[in-house]
């Protein structure tokens, strides 16, 4: 019961880490500039945003014209999103909780394994990108004229919260001791015993 329980969990926190990192990849603050005291500008991974208390907001028209790091950080970000669905889907399947593969104990925990390895590596991926997108945010922001610049917005944080609970999510379903089969467990600890037994006959 123990170790279904810390799968669920793991389970849960996957799902809202990969629920955040899909909400951080289309929110529109990626970054900010502020023009003045009203005039604000938000510039996102699929478009930009700007007014005074009214916003108006424009799709990026061409993906070639956009800066590198938006580039990159969108391809990693839709990559980790898809990683991260396939991994509820082989997680799902390997789970104590769920009734597929329960003929054949050892697939039903390397299954549960691989998914946490994959939601491991999908957080690992946003956590890296976006780290990386704000590292290139404040080199712009310290190179160029401050009034000019932007700074990094509220979906770095989201995307960065969401990274830590993917990660920690499937840190529980890979968790080798979590996933073990209890007919291992059975198993082995019969095998502890072999002599106590013997010798109870000739008493």
Not at 58 to 87: C, G, N
Not at 97 to 114: Q, R, Y
Not at 137 to 165: C, M, P, Q, T
Request: proline share 2%; hydrophobic share 45%; net charge positive.
């Amino acid at each position: 019961m123990a170790s279904s329980g810390l799968q669920l969990i793991g389970f849960l926190l996957s799902l809202v880490g990969l629920a955040a990192t899909v909400a951080a990849t289309f929110m529109v603050e990626w970054k900010k500039q502020f023009q003045g005291k009203t005039h604000r500008i938000y510039e996102g991974l699929w478009m930009s945003c700007s007014g005074n208390e009214r916003t108006t907001c424009e799709p990026h028209q061409s993906l070639l014209k956009l800066p590198t790091e938006v580039q990159a950080t969108r391809a990693v970000m839709l990559f980790s999103i898809f990683l991260s669905t396939v991994a509820v889907l082989v997680s799902t399947v390997g789970m104590k909780c769920t009734h597929f593969l329960d003929s054949k104990p050892e697939s039903k925990a390397a299954t549960v394994m691989v998914g946490g390895i994959m939601f491991m590596v999908s957080g690992l991926l946003s956590l890296i990108i976006t780290s990386w997108y704000v590292t290139m945010i404040v080199d712009i922001f310290h190179k160029s004229h401050r009034l000019e610049s932007f700074e990094f917005g509220k979906a770095v944080f989201v995307s960065w919260a969401g990274s830590l609970l993917t990660m920690a999510g499937g840190a529980f379903l890979g968790c080798r001791r979590c996933s073990r089969p209890r007919s291992n467990e059975s198993i082995s600890g019969n095998h502890l015993f072999p002599t106590t037994n013997q010798n109870s006959n000739y008493v």
